[in-house]
């Protein structure tokens, strides 16, 4: 009895320590993102950038206008093994103020 209970305990907090760590890279993602927009790089640079930092298969958003530049990351993370548990939806959102000719194309 005390056996299946460990293994529930573990795998519980195997899968908070997962989704944690998800949100944490999804943050920083985020942000190095909009720092790196608002300096006037690329988008589409930063864009491919943001999704190689993010968990896999994130969505990012990348908008860049005369005043801020803002990256959204959403990311989907699904239950460990058969546990039915339905998958968790992560989101980030990271604004920097544009610089000075930053918006300019």
């Keep these: 009895m005390a056996l299946p209970a460990l293994l529930l305990v573990t795998v519980a907090a195997l899968w908070g320590v997962t989704i944690a760590s998800a949100q944490l890279a999804c943050a920083d993602a985020a942000k190095t993102g909009a ?28 908008h860049r206008d005369a005043e801020l530049s803002t990256v959204e990351v959403t ?31």
């Design 75 to 105: 990311a989907r993370i699904h239950a460990p093994g058969m546990t039915g548990l339905p998958p968790v939806v992560l989101h980030a959102r990271a604004l920097a103020a544009t610089e000075p000719g930053a918006a300019d194309p």
């Design 35 to 62: 720092r790196a927009a608002s300096r006037g790089e690329p988008l589409p640079a930063v864009e491919l950038a943001v999704a190689q930092a993010a968990p896999a298969g994130a969505d990012v958003r990348v």
